[in-house]
Nanobody
Framework: QAQLVESGGGLVQAGGSLRLSCAAS????????MGWFRQAPGKEREFVAA??????????ADSVNGRFTISRDNANAKNTVYLQMNSLKPEDTAVYYC???????????????WGQGTQVTVSS
């Protein structure tokens, strides 16, 4: 069964860094676009970053561009995608979700596999 499991969330002070990981298994996710989305309390889920299966195409939301970096490791049997988050701000506080899509896209509706999410809290 296809499964995405996020880790690396936590509490950090503003200006700090966190690295999220998403371990993918049960499917050939090496051929999938992988994305990160987030949802803050009372807000809709929003796109954060996406990386194509080859890593050749990368997209970021304007709000995180220059602070976050998405990467992936397809070399090992358990494919993993990362989100390095630097210069964190209180407004980055949200549950962060990893997702997989057959096409390279920033549209949440196109992602058909989702993880359970990991909480990121940035204190001021």
């Amino acid at each position: 069964q296809a499964q995405l499991v996020e880790s690396g969330g936590g509490l950090v002070q503003a200006g700090g860094s966190l690295r999220l990981s998403c371990a993918a298994s049960g499917r050939t996710f090496s051929r999938y676009c992988m994305g990160w989305f987030r949802q803050a309390p009372g807000k809709e889920r929003e796109f954060v970053a996406a990386i194509s299966w080859s890593g050749g195409s990368i997209y970021y939301a304007d709000s995180v561009n220059g602070r976050f970096t998405i990467s992936r490791d397809n070399a090992n049997a358990k494919n993993t995608v990362y989100l390095q988050m630097n210069s964190l701000k209180p407004e980055d506080t949200a549950v962060y979700y990893c997702a997989a899509a057959r096409a390279t896209t920033v549209q949440a509706a196109a992602y058909d596999n989702w993880g359970q999410g990991t909480q990121v809290t940035v204190s001021s």
